[in-house]
């Protein structure tokens, strides 16, 4: 079908989202959700985090490409562009909403980056970069609040909304971005932007559906088998100590 998907965008994170959006569903909220729950208990170890995924991603995108040459390049630097643009973006949005930005805000909004541009980066140059970065931050800010506000969800790490969203998202930009550079090469002859956008529309159809239909399944399976959640006052009482016996922390 030709569908313009370079380093996962479809195959790793609309899968990882759509499921973990119906995981989330079916398990039910925690307790206090939306309000009361704590912080982010180490912004400074999620800053670790991210910073290690940041440069994991280069091998992710750029790796994609299967050749040390151009290609894989202009992969890792439209990626770099789009982790910049995307962290940007959500700080930006969080300073002129909520009058000051977070650490962790930024690192969300670098992963919506990251996620945005890995279908399409292999496509796209540097200013193809900052626009999916930008499209990035800006839609899944949005969807974050969708999912958990509006829908009621508890996706604690906002799989679906930046993961998932940024991986359509950006699935769907790569026929806008990539098709002028990629000169007709794996596309039916005479392909316009109208007629890939339909050709990427099935991909995340196709995709969404198989994930969400696969994964109820295996929720069922290991409903019946383990169980889903724990108790709420496992969940109080925190999971470390309840199911590992140890605490993470003593201060």
């Known amino acids: 079908m ?5 380093a996962g965008g479809l195959g790793v994170h609309a899968t990882a989202g759509s499921s973990a959006l119906l995981l989330a569903f079916m398990l039910g909220p925690r307790k206090g959700f939306p309000m009361g729950l704590r ?3 180490n912004p400074g170890l999620s800053m670790i985090g991210a910073a290690m995924l940041w440069v994991g991603w280069f091998g992710f995108n750029a790796g994609s490409a299967v050749a040390a040459d151009g290609n894989a390049g202009m992969a890792m ?3 770099h562009i789009a982790a910049a643009t995307g962290s940007l973006v ?4 969080e300073w002129v909403k909520f009058g000051k930005p977070s650490l962790i805000g930024i690192i ?3 992963v919506a980056g990251l996620a945005t541009i890995t279908p399409a980066s292999g496509f796209v140059g540097p200013l193809g970069g900052v626009a999916l970065g930008l499209a990035g931050g800006l839609v899944c800010f949005w969807a974050v609040s969708l999912v958990k506000m ?3 969800i508890d996706d604690s790490l906002d799989v679906f909304a930046v993961h998932g969203v940024g991986g359509i998202t950006g699935t769907m930009l790569a026929a806008v971005f990539g098709i002028a550079a990629l000169g007709g090469g794996g596309l039916a002859e005479g392909s316009t932007v109208g007629s890939q956008l339909g050709v990427q529309a099935i991909g995340v159809v196709a995709t969404v559906v198989w994930s969400v239909v696969l994964s109820f399944i295996i ?3 290991t409903a019946v088998l383990t169980g889903l959640r724990v108790s709420d006052d496992e969940i109080t009482q925190g999971l470390d100590v309840s199911a590992h016996g140890e605490s993470g922390y003593s201060l």
Not at 2 to 6: A, I, L, P, R, W
């Open 2 to 6: 030709g569908v313009m998907d370079f």
């Open 39 to 41: 912080p982010p208990h």
């Open 77 to 79: 630097l439209v990626t």
């Open 90 to 93: 959500w700080m930006v949005i």
């Open 108 to 110: 969300t909004g670098m």
């Open 150 to 152: 509006r829908w009621g």
């Open 219 to 221: 929720i069922k399976v």
